[in-house]
């Protein structure tokens, strides 16, 4: 219950930051024109106006979303660490385990926000267009909260290992492409011959399969994402944040 | 016999700076030996890199000793029931610059376990005690350097410990400031609270400690009382200089 309370106020502190940062407001101000832009492509579709709004919007939103959290979480640990903010907290009595839990949970709230914010904008402009609410909306925006958990909690892992925030959002971006090309590798790595397909095989069960969580794709051609699939969303954020743990445990401020 | 509120026994800390090929290794602190006990004030004197940060980092917790053992009211810095009785000020604590000082104080109040009117009430004293309440209003980014030190003297001072560790508390502070803060820490160990201070200031430290603890490349040069300082021709400072030539 203390470590409840606890990982409570980190993640309210984490969040607070991160909404008050004039950061947040520059990228709500281009997530609006990002959207935005997705009235254009509708128009030139014509006929698929609102298929294309609607997917492109959708499309517009993730990246927006994925590219405002990377950059958030890729520098979040590496500059209490240089402020030396984390020396007040680690000199306390909070478990390393509970700041990460926190932090985590306040990345995840921040990005929540953006996608409701990108969400509402999406949907003014639909309606702006004369097109209702999209079959499955909700879902393709649950599909996005899904991945970006699983990318955010990869990207606490890896700022703590890589030397700059830069690496961490290269490695974190090259995670997100090729979890989006899992299946294929998949179906490559069943036809490798011996030795060879086995090591590709295990490596690929590090690599998230974001294609899991691809509603956004099937919002248009009316199919719901699984309710299945909180099961592996939550797997991957639990081994990126037992791993981050890991590293944590033994890191020296 | 005074109790014991930290102690060093054999204590190594070793830096590895990982390099291309290989590793690049700086030991900081060896065989460090030392205690502090409960209720008084001592201070730590060292040049530059004498490892004084070190010594602060290893007793709070930041960091982890490589060889030797640090026991903190008995139990290792590590552990919850240590730090729980340990208040830590860095030297040159940042806050948002967003927030109000109580906003600040709030959130490492709740760090500290503290909730509800406890909360509030801990606030409100550790404001009054380090005459932040007139500014109250303020946010952090219309603060001087002086009033952020006594905003990180603040959230040091939330959970009443029983231990103070502050590294380089009057650094940069006017001479105004620097007066205020003593009186403040010396109104704290009154209370029965132990203060573990680094500076580089001798008068400071003689003007507040009772004991002295002097560090020379990571070893500990000397160890001066009050009452051998006093005796001495030229004070601390001259203790001093000769334990560092």
Same mark, same amino acid.
């Given at each position: 219950m203390k470590d409840l309370f606890l990982a409570r106020a980190v993640a309210f502190n984490s969040f607070s930051e991160s909404?008050?940062?004039r950061f947040f407001t520059l990228f709500a101000v281009f997530a609006f024109t990002a959207v935005y832009a997705s009235v254009l492509a509708g128009v030139m579709a014509v006929d698929q106006e609102a298929r294309v709004l609607t997917d492109f919007g959708l499309a517009l939103i993730e990246l927006t979303a994925l590219a405002y959290s990377l950059f958030g979480v890729s520098s979040s640990l590496l500059k209490e660490a240089e402020t030396k903010t984390i020396y007040l907290v680690f000199s306390r009595p909070v478990p390393r385990r509970v700041y990460l839990a926190g932090k985590l949970a306040g990345a995840l709230l921040t990005a929540g926000l953006m996608l409701a914010i990108m969400g509402a904008i999406h949907l003014s402009l639909l309606a702006f267009r004369g097109f209702g609410l999209p079959e499955f909306y909700a879902w393709a925006l649950a599909g996005t909260f899904l991945k970006l958990a699983v990318i955010i909690s990869f990207a606490f892992f890896v700022s703590l290992f890589s030397t700059s925030a830069v690496s961490t959002l290269v490695i974190s971006s090259i995670m997100w492409t090729l979890g989006h090309f899992a299946a294929e590798a998949r179906f490559m790595a069943e036809r490798l011959p011996g030795f060879k397909g086995i090591v590709f095989n295990v490596f690929l069960w590090l690599i998230p399969n974001l294609q899991l969580f691809n509603a956004r794709d099937a919002a248009g051609a009316a199919c719901a994402l699984g309710p299945g699939v909180i099961v592996p969303a939550a797997s991957w954020v639990a081994a990126s944040y037992l791993a981050a743990l890991w590293l944590l445990a033994r890191k020296e401020f | 016999m005074t109790a014991c509120a930290v102690s060093?026994?054999? =204590?190594?800390k070793t830096y590895k700076r990982p390099r291309l090929l290989g590793a690049e290794y700086h030991t900081a602190v060896k065989d460090l030996s030392f205690e502090l006990r409960a209720g008084e004030i001592t201070g730590l004197l060292g040049l530059n890199?004498?490892?004084?940060t070190t010594v602060m980092k290893l007793i709070t917790g930041l960091l982890f000793p490589t060889a030797g053992q640090v026991r903190v009211f008995g139990c290792s810095p590590s552990d919850v029931a240590a730090k729980a009785r340990v208040g830590f000020l860095p030297e040159l604590p940042y806050f948002p610059p967003q927030v109000k000082p109580a906003a600040a104080l709030m959130y490492y109040g709740r760090l500290s376990g503290l909730s509800g009117a406890d909360l509030s009430l801990a606030v409100e004293s550790a404001m009054r005690k380090t005459g932040l309440e007139p500014h109250a209003g303020k946010r952090v980014s219309e603060f001087s350097k002086g009033m952020l030190q006594r905003l990180g003297l603040a959230q040091a001072l939330l959970h009443k410990p029983d231990l103070l =560790? &502050? +590294?380089?508390? =009057?650094?940069? &502070?006017?001479p105004l400031a620097i007066? +205020?803060?003593?009186g403040l820490l010396a109104g704290l160990n009154s209370d029965g609270r132990a203060i573990f201070l680094s500076s580089h200031s001798i008068s400071e430290v003689e003007k507040l400690a009772s004991r002295v603890l002097i560090m020379v490349r990571g070893a500990l040069a000397a160890t001066v009382t009050r009452a051998q300082w006093e005796a001495a021709p030229g004070g601390l400072e001259t203790i001093f200089v000769e334990a560092v030539k």
């Open positions: 909404v008050r940062n | 060093f026994s054999g =204590v190594e890199g004498a490892g004084k =560790v &502050l +590294d380089e508390p =009057v650094s940069g &502070l006017d007066h +205020d803060i003593r």
